[in-house]
C-alpha cells in the first residue's frame, strides 16, 4: 500500500514540477505569429522647398503603428500620425504642417543578432497638409507662392522606410528609423520621416 501511495506521489510531484515548463513553453509564440503596436516620436524633415534655394525645414510629430508579421520574414502594418510643431521654412514667412496622415506598408525584416533586426518596407501614403505663407508681395517669399495652400498638392503618395529595432525587455523593442513621407508632384519639394520610440509584440 505505502509503495503505491510512494507512486502517486512522486507521479504528482512529477506532474507538478512539468507545468510551469509546459506554460512557458506555452507562452512561448514564435515572432511569425506575432502582431505589435509601436508609438514614434517623429520629425519630418522637409527638403527642396522653393523654386530657387532649396530650402530645408523640420517639424514635429507623433507616429501610432499597428503591424502584423506575415512569416519570420515579412511583416504588414498601418499607420497614422500628425504634426505638433509646424516647420518654419529659414529666410522666408513660409511654415508647412503636416496635419495628419495614414499609411500601408509591406515589410523585409532580418535578425542580426538574437535581440537586434533590420527592416525595410514600401508602401503608400495618404498625407493632409499645409503651406501658410505671410507677406507674399515681399520679395523673399516670391519662390514660394506656388507652396501656398493643400500641402502636398497630391494626397498620396508612395513611401519607404528603413530602420532597426533592439529588443530592451521580452517583445519590447527600442525603434529607430527614417525614409520619405512623401514628394509633392506639384513642386518636387520631399518629406522625410525620422522616428524613434517603442514597439510591443504580443
Same mark, same amino acid.
Given at each position: 500500500?505505502?509503495?503505491?501511495?510512494?507512486?502517486? !506521489? !512522486? !507521479?504528482?510531484?512529477?506532474?507538478?514540477?512539468?507545468?510551469?515548463?509546459?506554460?512557458?513553453?506555452?507562452?512561448?509564440?514564435?515572432?511569425? #505569429?506575432?502582431?505589435?503596436?509601436? /508609438?514614434?516620436?517623429?520629425?519630418?524633415?522637409?527638403?527642396?522647398?522653393?523654386?530657387?534655394?532649396?530650402?530645408?525645414?523640420?517639424?514635429?510629430?507623433?507616429?501610432?503603428?499597428?503591424?502584423?508579421?506575415?512569416?519570420?520574414?515579412?511583416?504588414?502594418? /498601418?499607420?497614422?500620425?500628425?504634426?505638433?510643431?509646424?516647420?518654419?521654412?529659414?529666410?522666408?514667412?513660409?511654415? /508647412?504642417?503636416?496635419?495628419?496622415?495614414?499609411?500601408?506598408?509591406?515589410?523585409?525584416?532580418?535578425?542580426?543578432? #538574437?535581440?537586434?533586426? /533590420?527592416?525595410?518596407?514600401?508602401?503608400?501614403?495618404?498625407?493632409?497638409?499645409?503651406?501658410?505663407?505671410?507677406?507674399?508681395?515681399?520679395?523673399?517669399?516670391?519662390?514660394?507662392?506656388?507652396?501656398?495652400?493643400?500641402?502636398?498638392?497630391?494626397?498620396?503618395?508612395?513611401?519607404?522606410?528603413?530602420?532597426? #529595432?533592439?529588443?530592451?525587455?521580452?517583445?519590447?523593442? !527600442?525603434?529607430?528609423?527614417?525614409?520619405?513621407?512623401?514628394?509633392?508632384?506639384?513642386?518636387?519639394?520631399?518629406?522625410?520621416?525620422?522616428?524613434?520610440?517603442?514597439?510591443?509584440?504580443?
Amino acid at each position: 500500500m505505502k509503495k503505491v501511495v510512494r507512486s502517486h !506521489l !512522486l !507521479l504528482a510531484l512529477v506532474t507538478i514540477c512539468l507545468m510551469p515548463a509546459q506554460s512557458a513553453l506555452a507562452q512561448d509564440i514564435p515572432r511569425a #505569429d506575432k502582431h505589435y503596436v509601436g /508609438l514614434l516620436v517623429t520629425a519630418f524633415n522637409h527638403r527642396s522647398i522653393g523654386s530657387a534655394s532649396n530650402e530645408k525645414a523640420t517639424g514635429s510629430g507623433g507616429t501610432i503603428v499597428f503591424g502584423s508579421h506575415i512569416n519570420d520574414l515579412f511583416h504588414a502594418e /498601418l499607420r497614422a500620425g500628425g504634426g505638433y510643431r509646424d516647420a518654419e521654412v529659414p529666410g522666408s514667412d513660409l511654415t /508647412l504642417s503636416v496635419d495628419y496622415f495614414a499609411s500601408w506598408y509591406i515589410g523585409l525584416h532580418y535578425p542580426v543578432t #538574437d535581440y537586434a533586426n /533590420l527592416y525595410a518596407q514600401a508602401g503608400f501614403s495618404f498625407i493632409h497638409g499645409s503651406a501658410e505663407l505671410t507677406n507674399t508681395d515681399e520679395k523673399q517669399n516670391a519662390q514660394f507662392r506656388d507652396l501656398e495652400g493643400d500641402f502636398p498638392d497630391s494626397s498620396f503618395s508612395i513611401s519607404w522606410v528603413l530602420g532597426m #529595432d533592439v529588443e530592451l525587455v521580452s517583445d519590447t523593442y !527600442l525603434v529607430f528609423e527614417g525614409g520619405r513621407l512623401f514628394k509633392d508632384t506639384g513642386t518636387d519639394a520631399n518629406t522625410f520621416q525620422f522616428s524613434a520610440g517603442l514597439k510591443y509584440e504580443f
